[in-house]
């Protein structure tokens, strides 16, 4: 079992690596950082680390009908979200993040049970990729 959940986080990083790609040769004149889980962000977010970043786990993990992650970024951004993706990668449901400390709820209601990543995305950055499990 555990062999096959590594084979799965390898195989959904390799499609967002991917996808990351093709992003990139749509936007040659942008600069996007496609890293999961990067030590230093791109120079468009000030240099700022992942650890200024506070974002919980998702409570309850796992989820039956809705969950909820409490976060911080505590610096000025254009554009976050996170986004909820299946496990072959495509991307299901996308929620914005508008205040800079909050709480948001993710609905999982309509998804079918199995396993899910969510990511948050930070002005074209991927700054973190986590699994939840839908029962």
């Known amino acids: 079992m555990k062999t096959l959940i590594l084979l799965t986080a390898l195989l959904f990083s390799s499609i967002v690596n991917a996808q990351n790609i093709t992003n990139?040769?749509?936007k040659r004149e942008e600069s996007i950082n496609t890293e999961i889980a990067p030590n230093i962000l791109s120079s468009d977010l000030s240099g700022r680390t992942i650890s200024d970043i506070e974002f919980s786990n998702p409570y309850p993990n796992p989820v039956?009908?809705?969950t909820k992650i409490n976060y911080i970024i505590p610096f000025t951004f254009?554009?976050?979200t996170i986004v909820?993706?299946?496990i072959i990668g495509t991307s299901l449901i996308e929620y914005e993040i508008v205040y800079p400390e909050g709480k948001i709820t993710l609905d999982f209601s309509e998804f079918d049970d199995g396993i899910y990543f969510y990511s948050l995305i930070i002005d074209g950055n991927i700054i973190l990729t986590?699994?939840?499990i839908k029962k």
């Open 24 to 26: 990139l040769d749509e």
């Open 64 to 66: 039956k009908t809705q």
């Open 78 to 80: 254009k554009r976050a």
């Open 84 to 86: 909820i993706r299946n």
């Open 130 to 132: 986590r699994k939840i």
